[in-house]
């Protein structure tokens, strides 16, 4: 019986219930659920649509991020309390959080830092070594702290621009998705196209790919 994405786990089995999860199935499917998103958001731009192509940037954003996580738990088991895994899924504030954690691992002094004291590094951030891997194990390279700020303050628009893309809203006027400009659209393109290119290697490189199993095997430094 198919089970409702927004079913919550047991309260006195939260670790119990995650237990079986097959976290490397659930990280592919979110990562094809995103490139999907983003061919529609493709679509819906070639029909100057471009509030509901926000909005499926937006989810598609949020989907890649979602996959990552995932990926990273199957590394890491205990990466995520299960009281966050269970946020991965339902609210939109924790996936945007994560986003903005992501990109913040992937600026050159954190990079470096690391780099660096892989194991001193003085980062809360749970993604950065997965951001390490990508960046110095994969070659993807990192972005510059101006590049970081500005996609942040991007990604703080993502909520209420996802929602206008979609709905018709009265604001003591109509506020209707046709009011998404194309130029919006486009740093929300641009957003998306940088993260895929980051995240897409971990779900394109083979697997027999040494650099990947070492990865997997939780042992990358």
């Not at 976290?23 to 529609?40: D, I, P, Q, T, V």
Request: proline share 4%.
């Amino acid at each position: 019986m198919a089970t409702s994405r927004r079913h919550k786990a047991p309260k006195d089995d939260e670790y119990g219930y995650w237990l079986d999860c097959d976290y490397m199935s659930g990280a592919c499917y979110s990562f094809e659920n995103s490139k999907r998103h983003l061919l529609y958001a493709d679509m819906a731009q070639t029909q100057k649509d471009y509030g509901i192509g926000v909005s499926h940037l937006v989810l598609g954003i949020e989907e890649m991020i979602k996959s990552l996580l995932l990926i990273s738990s199957y590394v890491y088991p205990y990466l995520l309390k299960p009281n966050e895994k269970q946020d991965l899924f339902i609210k939109h504030d924790y996936k945007h959080l994560n986003i903005k954690e992501f990109l913040t691992s992937l600026s050159d002094p954190n990079i470096e830092s690391c780099h660096q004291n892989p194991f001193d590094g003085g980062s809360d951030n749970k993604l950065q070594t997965v951001a390490h891997f990508l960046s110095k194990g994969l070659r993807l390279g990192s972005l510059q702290p101006i590049e970081v700020k500005q996609l942040i303050e991007l990604m703080n628009k993502a909520n209420t621009l996802k929602n206008c893309g979609f709905y018709v809203d009265y604001r003591h006027k109509w506020v209707l998705p046709d009011n998404i400009s194309g130029k919006q659209f486009l740093k929300y393109h641009d957003l998306a196209k940088r993260l895929r290119s980051y995240i897409e290697p971990v779900f394109t490189i083979p697997i027999t790919d040494e650099r990947f199993q070492r990865f997997i095997d939780g042992n990358w430094i």
